[in-house]
């Protein structure tokens, strides 16, 4: 989905631990749009320090 925050495209999926590395060249079968290019990534939403503001007001 969308991520207004981002500003991109973001997903989560489990990997084989091959393939679950920084910068990875993956394939995404899609249901509806069929192969869509991908490249694995640390989550960026990931902030064990609390850094981030996450909410309005």
């Known amino acids: 989905m969308h991520s207004p925050l ?3 495209t973001v997903a989560i ?6 393939c679950a590395n920084a910068g990875t060249a993956l394939t995404v079968q899609c ?3 069929g192969a869509i290019a ?3 990534s640390p989550m960026p939403f990931f902030d ?5 503001r996450t909410a309005k007001g």
């Open 6 to 8: 981002n500003g991109w």
């Open 13 to 18: 999926a489990r990997l084989p631990v091959d």
């Open 31 to 33: 249901a509806e749009h």
């Open 38 to 40: 991908a490249t694995t």
């Open 48 to 52: 064990p320090e609390k850094k981030r």
